[in-house]
């Protein structure tokens, strides 16, 4: 069998229902227009019923669905047994008629929610969920659990700023100029993939050297830093003393420094400190405490960290 294309110039670029779906189902994600924070599309309606809101817009496999400008009322069977059931309230593609419709799906009783049909192919039905109706034995009313299925959001590629200004909740983007990944959670664009590859942070400060760099690594906003060797090249000192290493504004700790243990020739220990980008020392390494004085040839030898950016 010869291939073919949906609209088809050979064919009046006439497109019948079953080549709209197989266009369209992948043009929005099967879902509500919305995310969870808006108000319950299904709620409890009068007796055994469950009313759907007004103004609620979807798609099932491409096909556009609205609820109208007024409540649409699902009426559900009585429970004639002791035990409870559990019904779903959908949205139904029907290929017979190829029209989207809110429905009912009748559980049985005490056993738990019925399955849902997604026929695939040229003919059947196709639902989605939209809330849980449980209905208990001899009951005159309904309660109801929102289960409502959201079309998602794409990811977008954009620039570090160019992000969308007017993002919806669950928007993705990757940042062509970062090789950052953000999602938007409401309130601001957080990180969720990031690599910097290795990155020496070392910076020359007198009376010190390095016999091994200091080296970080950021992935997926956790910063590990592998503290190198220092040798003090100087006369002596007891008082607090910069190291020479500085760690770049983007992977510095926002408002709270870190600590390292360093361990000091003669078998001692210090304390050392990596300071927060609000400090008046931001990004810089400093061994704020240790034993004994320091002397020409001692060696610093700190032990690794992490802390998280975004």
């Given at each position: 069998?010869?291939?073919?294309?949906?609209?088809?110039?050979?064919?009046?670029?006439?497109?019948?229902?079953?080549?709209?779906?197989?266009?369209?189902?992948?043009?929005?994600?099967d879902?509500?227009?919305?995310?969870?924070?808006?108000?319950?599309v299904?709620?409890?309606?009068?007796?055994?019923s469950?009313?759907?809101r007004?103004?609620?817009?979807?798609?099932?496999?491409?096909?556009?669905?609205?609820?109208?400008?007024?409540?649409?009322?699902v009426?559900?069977?009585?429970?004639?047994?002791?035990?409870?059931?559990?019904d779903?309230?959908?949205?139904?593609?029907?290929?017979?008629t190829?029209?989207?419709?809110?429905?009912?799906?009748?559980?049985?009783?005490?056993?738990?929610?019925?399955s849902l049909?997604?026929q695939?192919?040229?003919a059947?039905?196709?639902?989605?969920?939209?809330?849980?109706?449980?209905?208990?034995?001899g009951?005159?009313?309904?309660?109801?659990?929102?289960?409502?299925?959201?079309v998602?959001a794409?990811?977008?590629?954009?620039?570090?700023?160019?992000?969308?200004?007017?993002?919806?909740?669950?928007?993705?983007?990757?940042?062509?100029?970062?090789?950052?990944?953000?999602?938007?959670?409401?309130?601001?664009?957080r990180?969720?993939?990031s690599?910097?590859?290795?990155?020496?942070?070392n910076?020359?400060?007198?009376?010190?050297?390095?016999e091994?760099?200091?080296?970080l690594?950021?992935?997926?906003?956790?910063?590990?830093l592998?503290?190198?060797?220092?040798?003090?090249?100087?006369?002596?000192i007891?008082?607090?003393?910069?190291?020479?290493a500085?760690?770049?504004?983007?992977?510095?700790?926002?408002?709270?420094?870190?600590?390292?243990?360093?361990?000091?020739?003669?078998?001692?220990?210090g304390r050392l400190?990596?300071?927060?980008?609000?400090?008046?020392?931001?990004?810089q390494?400093?061994?704020?405490?240790?034993?004994?004085?320091?002397?020409?040839g001692?060696?610093?030898?700190?032990?690794?960290?992490?802390?998280?950016?975004?």
């Amino acid at each position: 069998m010869a291939d073919s294309s949906q609209p088809d110039p050979a064919d009046d670029r006439e497109v019948t229902d079953i080549e709209y779906e197989r266009l369209a189902a992948r043009f929005s994600d099967d879902g509500v227009y919305g995310d969870p924070t808006d108000p319950a599309v299904v709620a409890p309606g009068t007796g055994l019923s469950v009313d759907i809101r007004p103004d609620v817009a979807a798609s099932v496999r491409g096909h556009g669905w609205y609820s109208g400008g007024t409540a649409i009322t699902v009426p559900l069977p009585a429970n004639v047994s002791s035990q409870a059931r559990i019904d779903w309230i959908v949205l139904r593609l029907d290929r017979a008629t190829w029209a989207v419709t809110a429905a009912a799906v009748v559980g049985s009783p005490g056993s738990g929610a019925p399955s849902l049909t997604q026929q695939t192919g040229d003919a059947g039905v196709y639902e989605i969920p939209l809330a849980q109706a449980r209905v208990l034995g001899g009951a005159s009313s309904v309660t109801v659990e929102r289960a409502e299925l959201y079309v998602g959001a794409r990811c977008r590629p954009c620039k570090s700023t160019t992000r969308n200004p007017y993002p919806r909740l669950g928007e993705a983007c990757f940042e062509t100029d970062t090789g950052n990944m953000r999602i938007w959670n409401g309130q601001g664009w957080r990180l969720v993939y990031s690599e910097s590859g290795d990155t020496v942070v070392n910076s020359a400060i007198s009376s010190w050297g390095i016999e091994a760099d200091t080296v970080l690594e950021q992935r997926n906003g956790m910063v590990s830093l592998r503290f190198g060797v220092y040798i003090r090249t100087g006369g002596r000192i007891s008082t607090e003393v910069r190291m020479p290493a500085l760690i770049p504004a983007a992977y510095r700790p926002a408002t709270r420094g870190r600590v390292a243990i360093a361990y000091i020739t003669g078998g001692r220990v210090g304390r050392l400190q990596v300071y927060a980008n609000n400090t008046s020392r931001p990004g810089q390494v400093w061994l704020t405490q240790y034993v004994g004085d320091l002397v020409k040839g001692d060696s610093i030898l700190p032990g690794d960290i992490s802390w998280v950016v975004d």
